[in-house]
């Protein structure tokens, strides 16, 4: 991160962005004409990672943690993979580094430029604080507060202390969001991908967010985490599908980054999230995958993520892929654009869910706001048979046959059934949204991940066989991304300070993050 806020004192080299910063803009510190809507448009990258080689690395590649993605290669580098959690350092710091960059090369331009007021202000700031949040569940502590324009040496904060200053700054953002009413904001709808400016569904975004970052906390500071859901409920979150966020980007060859990387053969659908589909007979698989070859058998058949020998593309033609990466969502401004998925207003519903089963307030009975998300992830895939689908209190997840290597089949662990059940335990029915709540949220790995550190659940098919080199197991698997090499390099004494921060005070990928830390029970 040193070499990153680098950047920011260096003069900001923006010339693969922005052509002619250097006409607006000489002192990055003290700016006088600044295109900040421009500056905001790149910051905007960071929501989905539309460019194919930053999509590989944030979205694909750490991504089989999350049991919903595989990336069937080892680029020559056998088992030193995130697969068999053993990734090479350039591949551990890419996330970080590259969210860094995009998040801080322009953000406090528009600070300065805009006197911490209005939409653009507000909106770069809820970018900040969502890929911020991202970096601090992927590794932890993070520097967060202690960031400035021109700081190089910066501090780290401890997870508690950055979590709920990002909880601060989010309800700055939604304040703003609030003052603005409903209607389109003309300087922002001229580059916004996502919303086309409508800051009424901005706000329910970040309400939304606000609500995400709850749950992910609410093992470990309960109370805190209620307070903050139920503001985000009642403010306003994702409701219909039209409230969904897309990245409708569309630039040539780079307007999806998960068709290209598709493309290259390096994208698969996991072995876990389509074996638990086929249990449920689910409806929804024609709508995500493409159908095995049928010289494999046919039907639906995912790619288990660390196979007994590191796999090379070859090795699992037609085996299923993901139709979304091909396809465009109905309804988006720009048909073309092939849009890549930011976050689903069925999330929402599987929140507000999981906090109605904890005693929150959440506008509705758990068992009312997990069948409305049921329903909403069936609109939002024009699929029928919602209905007959929650209904089901007979069919279980299913196993995984390998049908070329019977070494990487799988039985699955899993027993939940989809209907609710009131009758049932407080850990069945948590298991049961979490669950559903995962089939929902297509191709956004990171919540499945944080949802199987903090709970235990969806419970994730392990690789293999494990090469950490931290003592990342089977049964618990990996934990975190340790700090970027980059830190080290030119951060040293921040970085290794950080360390206390952490179980044991070790930068382990095996060390339980602050909100993950009630989970050690169920393992």
């Known amino acids: 991160m040193k070499k990153i806020i680098c950047i920011l004192a260096a003069a900001i080299c923006l010339s ?7 006409e607006y803009n000489r002192n990055p510190y003290q700016p006088t004409t600044v295109p900040v809507r421009d500056l905001l448009s790149s910051m905007f990258n960071v929501y989905a990672s539309p460019q194919q080689n930053e999509c590989q690395f944030n979205n694909c590649m750490w991504a089989c943690y999350s049991g919903q993605i595989t990336a069937p290669h080892n680029w ?18 890419s996330t970080t580094n590259t969210f860094f960059t995009k998040i801080y090369s322009n953000y406090f331009i528009i600070k300065e430029s805009t006197k911490e007021e209005g939409i653009i202000y507000a909106i770069a700031q809820l970018t ?20 400035r324009a021109g700081d190089i040496y910066v501090e780290y904060d401890d997870e508690e202390t950055v979590w709920k ?3 601060e700054d989010l309800d700055g953002v939604i304040r703003t969001l609030e003052d603005a009413g409903s209607g389109v904001n003309d300087d922002l709808n001229e580059i916004d991908q996502i919303y086309g400016g409508d800051c009424r569904r901005w706000l329910k975004f970040a309400n939304t967010l606000k609500l995400r970052m709850a749950m992910r906390i609410s093992g470990i500071a309960p109370e805190y985490a209620r307070t903050k859901a139920e503001e985000a409920v009642t403010s306003g979150v994702l409701s219909g599908i039209d409230d969904s966020a897309y990245d409708t980007t569309n630039s040539g060859q780079t307007n999806n980054g998960y068709k290209i990387v598709d493309g290259w053969g390096e994208l698969k659908a996991n072995a876990c999230l389509v074996s638990y589909m086929n249990g449920y007979a689910d409806p929804r698989r024609a709508a995500y995958f493409t159908e ?7 039907g639906y058949i995912g790619v288990r993520s660390g196979t007994n020998e590191p796999p090379v593309p070859a090795d699992y033609n037609g085996y299923s892929s993901f139709r979304i990466a091909r ?7 720009d ?3 092939n849009p890549m998925p ?7 519903w599987f929140l507000r869910a999981e906090g109605a089963l904890r005693g929150w307030d959440m506008g509705g009975t758990a068992r009312e706001l997990y069948e409305e998300g049921i329903r909403k992830s069936f609109e939002e895939f024009d699929v029928a048979g919602a209905d007959e689908y929650m209904a089901d209190s007979e069919k279980r997840p299913g196993n995984h046959t390998d049908p070329k290597s019977s070494i990487d089949s799988y039985t699955n662990q899993s027993t939940v059934t989809i209907a609710w059940n009131d009758d049932d335990t407080f850990q069945t029915n948590l298991e049961r949204i979490i669950t559903q709540k995962w089939i929902a949220n297509l191709l956004n790995p990171l919540e499945g991940w944080s949802d199987f550190r903090r709970t235990g659940y969806p419970k994730i098919f392990p690789p293999v066989k494990s090469a950490s080199q931290d003592g990342c197991g089977l049964q618990r698997q990996m934990r975190r991304l340790h700090f970027p090499e980059s830190e080290y390099n030119g951060n040293r004494a921040n970085t290794e300070a950080a360390c206390a921060f952490l179980p044991g005070g070790q930068d382990s990928d095996n060390a339980d993050l602050w909100w993950a830390l009630k989970s050690n029970g169920q393992y």
């Open 16 to 22: 693969g962005c922005i052509g002619k910063f250097e």
């Open 76 to 93: 020559g580098k056998g088992t030193a993979t995130f697969a068999y959690f053993n990734a090479e350092e350039s591949w551990n710091q």
């Open 128 to 147: 900040r604080i969502f890929a911020m949040q991202e970096v601090a569940s992927l590794q932890g502590p993070i520097p967060y507060t202690k960031v």
């Open 165 to 167: 200053a990002m909880f």
């Open 292 to 298: 095995a070859d049928e010289s494999l058998g046919g």
């Open 327 to 333: 396809v465009a969502n109905k309804g988006l401004k």
């Open 335 to 337: 048909a073309g654009a």
């Open 342 to 348: 930011i976050m689903y207003a069925s999330e929402a």
